[in-house]
């Protein structure tokens, strides 16, 4: 595996100035300089690929308007994990379509998981003619390059992968948040669980090496940063494809020495890899936070084998109560799916049944969506929506009553906050987050963003709560 692409690298280094002059051009013939909007669905990786996409804009010169409708240049880095979200950006591409009868200079763009599907690129060549450049998932290194080809051409520019071992380092990045920070610790996924499109279209997993990741960190620490999220669809099984392998609760024990870091996240954990190592580094880390989120998606074990998710309900049972004797002040959130093919109402009571044992302190719940190409897209016993539908409100019932429960507990409690930003709703009022990914609003000022700060939690209201420093 070559792990630093350094050719690479300049050869995009030298796209950049080129796009820069098409930038410079532009913004002669439009009398201002030119805009861009890069709107992004899905998950973190997403997002952290947008932040880069968004460096390589601002190196170029374009201004950062993100608002799709009125830009020079709109690029949507789509999310295909559910069918819905396909259709969202369907509707923008609409929307665009009319947009673009009037300023024929606006340039569309479309990268991200759903244009890795073959049948999503022939339904755009077809029915989307509008759309000026694709990319997919691999090659978003190349979108210097790219955007050169696109405005060099006057039809549509596709360039889709799929695959690739390449990892090319240190090129341009733009923060959302100037104190904290995704990273991407590894690519791809190797577990394909039976309804999930993300091995398809994010590849096969690849582990970045130590060094790169601790090199990033430190350099982002130095640049603000106090809090980093480590990124990647099975965390747990960091290091594997290494050279010299090395474990993820390894890797967590050499970034907790960087000094100046403050925090450290990380999602998403397999259950199935969750080692004893990994729990006893996090009990006696003071820098990694009390928040793991660990996707039951079913507590019936039958499901869960159809699923091919490889544990069963008692082996998840055990772990969640390993760890919450292990590390009591722990919030756990998870990830459910309901109406996965041949799954009952006695199979949904499973599923409910973990949920209220384990306590979760938050859990998304998702209704099944068909996805073309994998295992459970083929299975015969698609259930019925109205089923689905019924299942899903019943758990999410059980859901929502017990992350009230458990966020009652932390009442009265004071706590370390980091100040992420100015309430949208009151601006006497900040908001924070714990370590244990609770949010609280409290009395503060702009001044305060990007610090950590002890809070007590005075009044509870379901999800966040209420605070005051102290
Ligand atoms: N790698 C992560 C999850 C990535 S996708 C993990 O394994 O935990 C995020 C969540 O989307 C999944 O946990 C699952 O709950 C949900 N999901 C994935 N495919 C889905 C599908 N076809 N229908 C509904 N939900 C799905
Ligand atoms: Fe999808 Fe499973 Fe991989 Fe998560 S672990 S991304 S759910 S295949
Ligand atoms: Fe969606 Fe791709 Fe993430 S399919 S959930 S954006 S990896």
Redesign the pocket.
Known sequence: MQALDEKELLIQKDYIKQAKKIAGELEQKLGHKPTFAIIT??????ARDSEKLIGIMDEIGFVNNGEDEKSDFVLYN????RDN?NQKVYGRLGVLSNLKKKNPQMKIALC???MQEPSVIEKIKKSYRHVDLIFG?HNIFKFAELLVTMYESDRMVIDIWDNTERIVEDLPVKRKYSFKSGINIMFGCNNFCSYC??PY??GRERSREPKDIIREIEALVKDGVVEVMLLG?NVNSYGKTLESPMTFAELLQEIEQIEGLKRIRFMTSHPKDLSDDLIQVMKHSKKICRHLHLPLQSGSSRILKEMNRRYTKEQYLALANKLRTEIPDLSLTTDLIVGFPGETPEDVDETIDVVKQVGYDNAFTFIYSKRTGTPAAAMENQVDEALAHEGFDRLLKVVQDTAKERALMMQGQTMEALVEEMNAQDDTLVTGRLSNNMIVHFPGDASMIGQLVMVKLVECKGFYYLGERV
């Open positions: 669905f899905g998950c973190q990786m997403n789509t999310c295909t994990v979200a991200g998981c759903m998932t499109i993300v279209v994010r669809q």
